[in-house]
Each structure stands twice: as C-alpha cells, then as structure tokens.
C-alpha cells in the first residue's frame, strides 16, 4: 500500500508560481507513471501530467508550456513546477501513481488558488 501526501499548496497572484511536491511512502522507482490531476470546483478530476518510469511526460494542452513535472527516485518524490499562473489554474490538485501492477493511489490533494 503506497501513500501519497501532497503540498506546496496555496495563494498566489496571477502570473505567479508554485511548486507542487508529492511524497511517496515507497519506492517510485518501479512505478508504471507518476500524474498530476486537478479538480476544481463544480467540475470533473481533470488530467494535468505525467511522468512515466523512464521519465518520458505528456502534459494537458491547457498547462503545456506553463507546467513541468519531474521526479525524483531517490527522494521517492514527484513534483509540478507552476508557472505563469491564471485563475483557471484554481483548483484541488491530486498526486496519482499508478504501480507495476497497474493499481491506481491517490494523495488526499492540495489547493492551489490563484487570485489578486
């Protein structure tokens, strides 16, 4: 059983940045992909990005270019660098690893709000 804990959360202005950090209890080294996902009020959990094992990663059209994803086998941890940050950006954003097996695990989320 794999837990995630998700932080780096917060308020920030439009134009700004933040760094989104994701914990793993175990190792990730094995993992099949490592995402992000948001979820904003009134609408559905929304894909974000993702880093698979070798490090290849895909990204939402609507966060291309603004997002990156990276991990970090050692420190067994997986990150979202935020950057030019608009209020549709607003959101729960969760941690998701989907393992060898192909079993999903989810963080409990952190809020991003991005607002002046």
């Known amino acids: 059983q794999v837990q995630l804990v998700e932080s780096g959360g917060g308020l920030v202005q439009p134009g700004g940045s933040l760094r989104l950090s994701c914990a793993a209890s175990?190792?990730?080294?094995?993992?099949?992909?490592m995402d992000w996902y948001r979820q904003a009020p009134g609408k559905q959990r929304e894909f974000v990005a993702a880093i698979a094992r070798a490090g290849r990663t895909n990204y939402a059209a609507s966060v291309k270019g603004r997002f990156t994803i990276s991990k970090d086998n050692a420190e067994n941890r997986v990150y979202l660098q935020m950057n030019s940050l608009k209020p549709e950006d607003t959101a729960v954003y969760y941690c998701k690893l989907v393992d060898s097996d192909y079993v999903d695990y989810w963080g409990q989320g952190t809020q991003v709000t991005v607002s002046s």
């Open positions: 175990g190792s990730i080294f094995s993992a099949y992909t």
